[in-house]
């Protein structure tokens, strides 16, 4: 298997829900990323775990929480997102933190009313 | 922090043309520039990557070239086919421990038949 899974694919919640949203891999990866992509935007980082410890949080505002079960899983827990939080949001994983070759998710593509 | 910056923004070619990207990165101590392929609605798919140590790589059609003295890499599609249109994204690593992607702000290449 050499696929990052992500669920939901669509996603659509007001600005008072709670969320989360999911990533899998099965690659035997240490390190899963968080990406936010904005339309006609590039990728950008939100969070780096690394033998699931939460590694880098690029001042990333607290209603978004990620958490790491297990070295397979990788969740994003969302609560009181605003309209510009809309957006396209990718998990990645790589073998270990310091390799730079990240396999994406298809990722969730996410609409705040 | 590094920073990457992409051109052109947007870029047309007929089927069977070449297509040049260029980017150029701030930070000397980048060693790892990969190119993205990301079509509407999907993933971002590695389809090539380049080391400090290297100068060029190909891949059938594709090639990238690292200049590391003027710091600038370039992104070159011979004989583009239809499928190759799509949104291509460089990327520059950076950090030290935790490898960081910093990407491009992308361009939209469209091949017409």
């Known amino acids: 298997d050499t696929e990052v899974t992500q669920t939901p694919k669509h996603l659509v919640m007001g600005m008072t829900n709670k969320k989360s949203l999911k990533c899998e891999q099965h690659?035997?990866?240490?390190?899963m990323y968080w990406y936010k992509q904005k339309a006609k935007k590039p990728p950008e980082l939100m969070f780096v775990?690394?033998?699931?410890?939460?590694?880098i949080n690029e001042s990333v505002p607290s209603r978004f929480s990620p958490e790491c079960p297990n070295s397979s899983l990788l969740n994003l827990h969302l609560h009181a997102l605003q309209p510009e939080d809309s957006a396209l949001y990718l998990c990645?994983?790589?073998?270990?933190?310091?390799?730079?070759?990240?396999?994406f998710g298809s990722g969730t593509q996410l609409s705040v009313l | 922090g590094e920073n990457v910056e992409q051109h052109p923004s947007t870029l047309s070619v007929q089927e069977g043309d070449s297509a040049v990207i260029k980017c150029t990165y701030s930070?000397?101590?980048?060693?790892?520039f990969p190119w993205y392929k990301q079509e509407l609605g999907k993933r971002p798919q590695l389809i090539i990557d380049?080391?400090?140590?290297?100068g060029e790589k190909k891949d059938q059609r594709i090639a990238v070239t690292l200049n590391k003295t003027a710091k600038h890499f370039s992104l070159h599609i011979t004989e583009t086919q239809p499928e190759d249109s799509a949104v291509y994204f460089c990327?520059?690593?950076?950090?030290?421990?935790?490898?960081?992607?910093?990407f491009g702000t992308g361009t939209r290449l469209l091949v017409s038949p």
């Open positions: 990645a994983s790589s073998q270990d933190p310091a390799d730079e070759k990240l396999f």
């Open positions: 690659m035997g990866h240490r390190a």
């Open positions: 775990y690394s033998y699931e410890k939460l590694s």
């Open positions: 930070d000397s101590a980048s060693n790892y």
């Open positions: 380049i080391r400090s140590n290297v």
């Open positions: 990327a520059a690593s950076y950090g030290t421990g935790f490898q960081k992607l910093v």
